[in-house]
């Protein structure tokens, strides 16, 4: 019977979303980004395994471009259209940050051919390739800094700070950048430690890149919108998401702010930068995988363009960078691996998620609803992050007459009532996306299903008593002819 519901809840799932068109052109709002550093992902060639210690944490352990393709299914299974691959060139560090060459990849990484490859996988899955431009941690080896050390400002650990106000530090960082995107066909470029960079140089870099290609320009901080960018993360979405969800019975009064003014921005609770999310959960006794759930309907239904760092899906933990840069592991429990793609599809396929209207219809100690909507559909998000069941009635001026509400996640149907409304109930730490639809009456797809799994089973039965009773009668009749034979 288990087995009978999750065929009838996945058809069900389909039957309420129409995919989106392959032919369909995405902006950076239709996106959903998967934030993946190399060298963590997965280690495919044994040929690039240079001085590799798969057990230390600061050392490179051995991912590299064709491991990233050959296992690229496990984000595509999960829905995700960008691949965000971090930094590729020369460097000292596994991160990619302490570049000694822009003009070569980094060899723990693999070759130009790889890279290429790597490329055309992605493109081959429908999915776009990023990558990262780190300039304010550079190794000392790098010769820019040696032919030019008035372009650089050296930091407190020996790296140095590209000082992009430098003119001529300026035209060298879009010259090779430039180069480089006319080379290779990725689809869009981050700075790195945004914050830090010359507002103007932003501008003039967006204005050479763009002038050559139509291609993504993000930024990688918390900050207010640039000049020259497409996105950058929208300042103070971490905290409030991670504040909101370590634990249940939180403090959300200030979720709404953000979902009414995400638009635009990129939405991460995460980061490679600090710490994971589930470090923050463990740290106050929450459990993760039912955590996580609800911070994932969070993001995939708010406004925005989620940004997923790779491991959130295993709840990878970790303070330090090291720590939280943890070589993925794939072979954990699927729920959670499960519920990301499935909010991902129904976030692909359903433009009200991605560039519908918002309205905030409820806010109160952990129990949050709003409505996302556009011309041609119409969804309501609850989240119940308290310690109690909690129910509320929605007008019939925010719903409409004659419909229902079709839960996805919990297969929850919510009728009108005698007096119009809609009253939605959910358990503790659930959260639900109901699908607002024309009222059906009896689902007559669910119960033929039924009748005829039924039928067939019924039909089994008849079949297997059909044919025991016929073994048996062959038996029986052999065994006459035995006796008969023996006298």
Request: charge should be negative.
């Amino acid at each position: 019977m288990k087995w009978i519901s999750g065929i009838l809840s996945a058809a069900l799932l389909l039957s309420l979303t129409a995919p989106a068109s392959a032919e369909e052109t995405k902006e950076l709002q239709d996106e959903s980004i998967y934030d993946v550093l190399v060298d963590r992902y997965f280690n495919k060639q044994i040929e690039n395994d240079f001085e590799v210690v798969a057990t230390d944490p600061e050392a490179f352990n051995g991912g590299d471009f064709e491991g990233l393709a050959s296992e690229l299914l496990h984000i595509k299974d999960m829905g995700f259209t960008v691949l965000s691959i971090g930094p590729v060139f020369a460097t000292a560090t596994y991160d990619g940050k302490q570049v000694m060459d822009y003009n070569q990849f980094e060899r723990h990484f693999g070759t130009e051919e790889d890279f290429v490859n790597l490329v055309d996988t992605v493109h081959e899955n429908d999915m776009k390739l990023m990558i990262d431009i780190p300039t304010q941690k550079m190794s000392a080896e790098h010769f820019w800094v040696n032919d030019h050390p008035e372009w650089f400002v050296e930091n407190e650990d020996g790296t140095f700070a590209l000082d992009t106000s430098n003119r001529d530090a300026q035209e060298a960082l879009i010259e090779f950048a430039s180069g480089f995107i006319q080379k290779y066909e990725v689809d869009g470029l981050r700075l790195q430690e945004t914050e830090k960079l010359d507002p103007a140089f932003i501008a003039d870099f967006s204005e050479e890149i763009k002038a050559l290609r139509d291609i993504y320009l993000l930024g990688d901080a918390e900050m207010e919108p640039v000049e020259g960018l497409d996105a950058v993360v929208m300042p103070g979405v971490e905290e409030a998401l991670r504040s909101s969800y370590m634990n249940f019975d939180q403090d959300t009064s200030a979720l709404p702010a953000f979902l009414e003014n995400a638009e635009g921005s990129l939405i991460q609770a995460d980061s490679l930068r600090g710490p994971r999310v589930t470090s923050d959960i463990v740290s106050v006794n929450g459990f993760p995988p039912t955590r996580m759930r609800l911070l994932m309907t969070q993001i995939f239904t708010m406004p925005g363009v989620p940004v997923i760092q790779y491991g959130t899906e295993t709840a990878m933990s970790g303070v330090t960078a090291q720590e939280s840069h943890q070589l993925l592991n794939m072979a954990v429990e699927a729920e959670l691996i499960e519920h990301i793609g499935n909010l991902n599809s129904l976030r692909n396929s359903s433009d009200a998620f991605r560039n519908g209207k918002l309205e905030m219809i409820h806010e109160e100690d952990g129990w949050l609803i709003y409505k996302r909507s556009d011309d041609e559909e119409a969804w309501i998000i609850a989240i119940n992050n308290s310690s109690s069941t909690r129910n509320f009635t929605l007008p019939v001026e925010l719903v409409g007459s004659d419909k229902e509400l079709r839960g996805l996640f919990e297969n929850d149907i919510v009728k009108q009532e005698a007096n119009g409304s809609y009253k939605i109930t959910l358990d503790r730490e659930i959260g639900e996306t109901f699908h607002i639809i024309e009222e059906r009456g009896f689902n007559k797809a669910y119960i033929g299903a039924l009748i005829v799994l039924y039928v067939v089973f019924m039909f089994f039965l008849w079949f297997v008593w059909k044919k025991g009773r016929q073994r048996k009668a062959d038996e029986a009749a052999k065994s006459t002819n035995d006796e008969q034979s023996s006298k």
